[in-house]
């Protein structure tokens, strides 16, 4: 049962999580209470919130009125439409006595039969219940994090111990104001399978990951920008670039690389390509033990096709040219890239 600590909301203090159950009440049915739904402390969650309620709110302003009258059991609002469907509001102002709520505050929503599409259909809801305290101008609130289950043989649920009557009458709570006045409300979510989603993978091993360009005549390179022929690994195209008198920073001082999404590739719109490579520039002294290759890491989102990810300044035009060095030797550079993960996204409507 949904229970609520008096001494603590006299304090003014955050409300703890409810302990109890949350029980079903068969609309036609009203004297027998449905034992089948056990809510779990963990699940029943209390708080105080700012923000009013989305869906339906419910003023009173003789709430005393209904509680001295012996033949108005509970008060059931106007239907209201959330998701397609026709939802009511129903406060028991001295508590569901048929489920447990004696001497409690009971609120429960109930979903109208009408509105069912079929006798086997089910509706999942999430359901927030609010009640206004004036004198710090917010709502006590209490839900499920668990949805409920609507059908045509469980159309209320709700909590049967929301607040004390004690607490809720007591004028120094706020929760009746004005003399007579108080404000129900709740928040009703339906919810309905996701008609759209995606796969997201990252592969790792390819066949053939890395691709190698031996660029001949290096020094003769005409142009600021030069492309390797286009390679395929991971399901995807790609280029290396190199801009041998460099670009950006690099311009003049060192020679920039990247790699780059083929320019013919076909991107989705708000598709992004994980890719973790490896960039290099080759050593061709094989005993070198001053000199190696360099070797500078990818880890970047590709999203459009022709744009790339890489260095301005991958290596100084000094150490190009230093034959002693290794990289360009009989007028030959040889670049690679090395290709470790590529990420895919296969989405549903295709």
Same mark, same amino acid.
């Given at each position: 049962? &949904?229970?609520?600590?008096? /001494? *603590? !909301?006299?304090?003014?203090?955050? =409300?703890?999580?409810?302990? +109890?159950?949350?029980?079903? @009440?068969?609309?036609?049915?009203?004297?027998?209470?449905?034992?089948?739904?056990?809510?779990?402390?963990?699940?029943?969650?209390?708080?105080?919130?700012?923000?009013?309620?989305?869906?339906?709110?419910?003023?009173?302003?003789?709430?005393?009125? &209904?509680?001295?009258?012996? /033949? *108005? !059991?509970?008060?059931?609002?106007? =239907?209201?439409?959330?998701? +397609?469907?026709?939802?009511? @509001?129903?406060?028991?102002?001295?508590?569901?006595?048929?489920?447990?709520?004696?001497?409690?505050?009971?609120?429960?929503?109930?979903?109208?039969?009408?509105?069912?599409?079929?006798?086997?259909?089910?509706?999942?809801?999430?359901?927030?219940?609010?009640?206004?305290?004036?004198?710090?101008?917010?709502?006590?609130?209490?839900?499920?994090?668990?949805?409920?289950?609507?059908?045509?043989?469980?159309?209320?649920?709700?909590?049967?111990?929301?607040?004390?009557?004690?607490?809720?009458?007591?004028?120094?709570?706020?929760?009746?104001?004005?003399?007579?006045?108080?404000?129900?409300?709740?928040?009703?979510?339906?919810?309905?399978?996701?008609?759209?989603?995606?796969?997201?993978?990252?592969?790792?091993?390819?066949?053939?990951?890395?691709?190698?360009?031996?660029?001949?005549?290096?020094?003769?390179?005409?142009?600021?920008?030069?492309?390797?022929?286009?390679?395929?690994?991971?399901?995807?195209?790609?280029?290396?670039?190199?801009?041998?008198?460099?670009?950006?920073?690099?311009?003049?001082?060192?020679?920039?690389?990247?790699?780059?999404?083929?320019?013919?590739?076909?991107?989705?719109?708000?598709?992004?390509?994980?890719?973790?490579?490896?960039?290099?520039?080759?050593?061709?002294?094989?005993?070198?033990?001053?000199?190696?290759?360099?070797?500078?890491?990818?880890?970047?989102?590709?999203?459009?096709?022709?744009?790339?990810?890489?260095?301005?300044?991958?290596?100084?035009?000094?150490?190009?040219?230093?034959?002693?060095?290794?990289?360009?030797?009989?007028?030959?550079?040889?670049?690679?890239?090395?290709?470790?993960?590529?990420?895919?996204?296969?989405?549903?409507?295709?």
């Amino acid at each position: 049962m &949904l229970g609520f600590c008096l /001494e *603590t !909301e006299e304090k003014g203090a955050q =409300p703890n999580s409810i302990l +109890g159950e949350a029980h079903y @009440l068969n609309k036609d049915d009203l004297d027998i209470s449905s034992r089948d739904y056990k809510g779990s402390p963990s699940n029943l969650v209390t708080g105080m919130r700012d923000r009013p309620p989305m869906s339906y709110s419910l003023r009173m302003e003789s709430f005393n009125t &209904l509680l001295q009258s012996n /033949e *108005t !059991e509970r008060y059931e609002s106007r =239907p209201f439409p959330v998701g +397609g469907y026709n939802w009511s @509001l129903i406060v028991y102002p001295n508590g569901n006595r048929q489920d447990s709520g004696s001497g409690f505050i009971s609120l429960y929503v109930a979903v109208d039969n009408s509105t069912l599409v079929s006798s086997h259909q089910e509706v999942f809801a999430d359901l927030r219940f609010y009640v206004f305290k004036r004198t710090e101008r917010n709502f006590f609130t209490v839900q499920d994090t668990d949805v409920w289950r609507y059908n045509i043989f469980k159309t209320m649920w709700g909590f049967p111990r929301v607040l004390p009557l004690d607490t809720f009458r007591n004028p120094s709570n706020g929760y009746l104001f004005n003399g007579d006045n108080c404000e129900f409300g709740v928040d009703v979510t339906v919810h309905s399978p996701f008609e759209s989603s995606e796969l997201f993978t990252v592969s790792r091993n390819f066949p053939n990951p890395r691709f190698t360009w031996t660029i001949q005549r290096f020094s003769t390179l005409v142009g600021d920008t030069h492309l390797s022929n286009t390679f395929s690994v991971g399901g995807r195209n790609w280029n290396i670039q190199v801009n041998p008198r460099g670009r950006s920073t690099g311009a003049g001082r060192a020679m920039s690389m990247y790699l780059i999404l083929n320019a013919n590739e076909k991107v989705r719109p708000n598709e992004k390509i994980y890719v973790r490579a490896r960039l290099r520039v080759i050593n061709q002294r094989i005993f070198s033990l001053l000199w190696t290759t360099i070797e500078r890491p990818i880890d970047h989102w590709f999203t459009t096709p022709g744009l790339g990810w890489g260095y301005d300044e991958f290596i100084s035009l000094d150490d190009l040219r230093d034959f002693w060095k290794g990289y360009v030797m009989g007028d030959v550079l040889i670049v690679e890239v090395e290709m470790e993960a590529i990420s895919s996204t296969n989405y549903f409507p295709s």
